[in-house]
C-alpha cells in the first residue's frame, strides 16, 4: 500500500505542480498589484468586520473555522519533516509559497463569496464546486472537484492529524494510541454533529488561543538564543537558494519540499480555504478575500516559521542524504522518527518538564480543529453533489466513516498517513489551480470595485450585476440589506464604459 501511494504521490507531486503553485502566485500577486502587500493593515482591520447571523458567520468566524484547516499538524510535524528531506532552506521556500499563496488566497476566497448560495437551512454554502459550475460552466469538473475534496478531507487527510495527536500523545506523556484514539472520536463526534455553528464556534474558541500561545512560547525561546538568529537566517537563505557546502545536495528537495509542506500547511490554491470564507456573511465578497489572505499569514509566516527557527536554534533536526537514506547531511536529533518528536525535543530540552507536553497539547488542539474543518469541507461538497439528488444517507456515512478514519490513523504508522494526506492535497491542488486561472477575472473585479468604494469614503457594498456578475442571486438580497442599512441606493451603471 504504501509502494502504491508513494508512486502515485510521485506524478501528482512532481516538479509541475511546484511550479505551478509558485508560478500562479506570482502571476495573481502582479495581476493584484501585490494585494497581499497593499492591503495588509486592511487586513487586519477586515478581522472584526461583519457579525453572525442566522444565514452565515462572522468574519472572525470564517477566519478561524479556515486556520482550523490550515493551522494543524503541517505547522509542526510538517515542518520538521520539509527540513529532514529539504534541509533548512525548505523554511524559505514555504515563506516563499506563503507570500505568493496569500494572492492564490484572495481570488479562490472572493470567488466562493461572489458565487455562494444558501443551503435548505439558509445557511450560506459555497467552495470551488460551485464557483466551477457556475461561472466556468462545467459541471463535470465541479463533479470532479466535489469528488476529489470528499475523498481527501473524508478519507486521505484526517488520518495524518489524527496519527499526529497519537504520536504527540504517546511520546510525552506516555498515553497509549488507542486512548488519543477514543478521546478525538468522542470529542469530534459531538461537535461535527451539532452542525456548522457549532464548528465555527469551537474554532473561534480554540485556535486564536492556542496558536497564540504557541507563537509566545516560540518567540521566548527564540529570545533566549536571540544571539544565534543572525546565523540560523544565514542558513536558511544559503540553503534555499544550493550555497551551503553542508545541504548543497538538496536545494532541488528544498523547493520541493518547501512548497510541497507549504500548499499542505497554509492550503493556499488547495480549495479548501474558499468552504469557510462562503459561510461568511459580509458585504463585499472582496472583504472575505482579504481575510483569508491573512490566514495564510498567520499560518506559514507566524506558525510555521516558529517551528522552524525553533528547531533551527537548538539544532534538534536531521537532514537525510538524498543520495543514501540511511545516512544524513546533519544530525542533531538520535532515535527519534521525523514529525512532531523533532519539536517536542527541541522544546524540551530548553524547558525541562514542560516542552514536550506543551507541544502534545498545542498539537493536539491544532490537529483536531484541523480535522473538524475536513469534516465541514466534506459535508460541503456532500451538499453540493445533492442539491439535486436527494441522498439522505450520505452525511451521516460521512461522520461515521470520519470517525473511523480517526480511530484507524492512531493505530497506524505514520509514513502511510502522509502520504495518503499528500496525495489528497496535491489532487485537490491541480483541479482548483487550473480552474481559478480560468475565473480569476470576477475575483479581480471585485477587488478593483472594493478598492474604488473605499476611495469613495464608502464601507464597500457589492453589485453582482455591476460587475458582471449574473448568476449570482444571493447578491441582490445581501446588497439590498447592507444598501437598506448603510442608506445607500443601488447604481448598476457606475462601472460603465
Known sequence: MQDFVNAINDWVWSPALI??????????????????????????????????????????QALAMSLAGRVGTGNIAGVATAITFGGPGALFWMWMVAFLGASTAFVES?????????????????GPAYYFEKALGQKWYAVLFAISAIAACGLLLPGVQANSIAEAMNNSLGIAPSISAAVIAALLGFIIFGGVKRIASSAELIVPFMALAYIIVAIVII???????????????????????????????????????????NEAGQGTGPHPSAAAEVSHPAKQGLVQAFSVYVDTLFVCSATGFMLIITGMYNVQDPANKEAFLYQGVRGVAAGPGYVQTAMENIMPGFGAVFVAVALFFFAFTTIMAYYYIA?????????????????????????????YSCLKTADLAWALGDLGVGLMAWLNIIGILFLQKPAFAALRDYEAQIKQGKDPIYDARANGVHNAPVWDEISAKYRKEFGEHPNHDRFAP
Open 379 to 407: 459535508e460541503t461538497n456532500i451538499r453540493y453533489l445533492t442539491r439535486t439528488v436527494k441522498l439522505n444517507w450520505a452525511i451521516p456515512v460521512l461522520k461515521v466513516v470520519i470517525l473511523f478514519v480517526v480511530i
Open 110 to 126: 472572493t470567488l466562493a463569496q461572489i458565487y455562494k448560495e444558501r443551503d435548505d437551512k439558509g445557511f450560506f454554502i459555497g
Open 223 to 265: 529570545i533566549m538564543h536571540i544571539g544565534q538568529l543572525p546565523d540560523v537566517l544565514a542558513l536558511i537563505f544559503r540553503s534555499a537558494f544550493g550555497m551551503d557546502s553542508t545541504f548543497g545536495a538538496v536545494l532541488g528537495l528544498a523547493i520541493q519540499w518547501g512548497v510541497k509542506r507549504g500548499v499542505y500547511s
Open 19 to 60: 511550479y505551478l503553485c509558485l508560478l500562479v502566485g506570482l502571476y495573481f500577486s502582479i495581476r493584484g498589484r501585490f494585494l497581499q502587500v497593499r492591503h495588509f493593515g486592511r487586513m487586519i482591520r477586515l478581522l472584526m468586520d461583519g457579525k453572525s447571523t442566522d444565514q452565515g458567520v462572522s468574519s472572525f
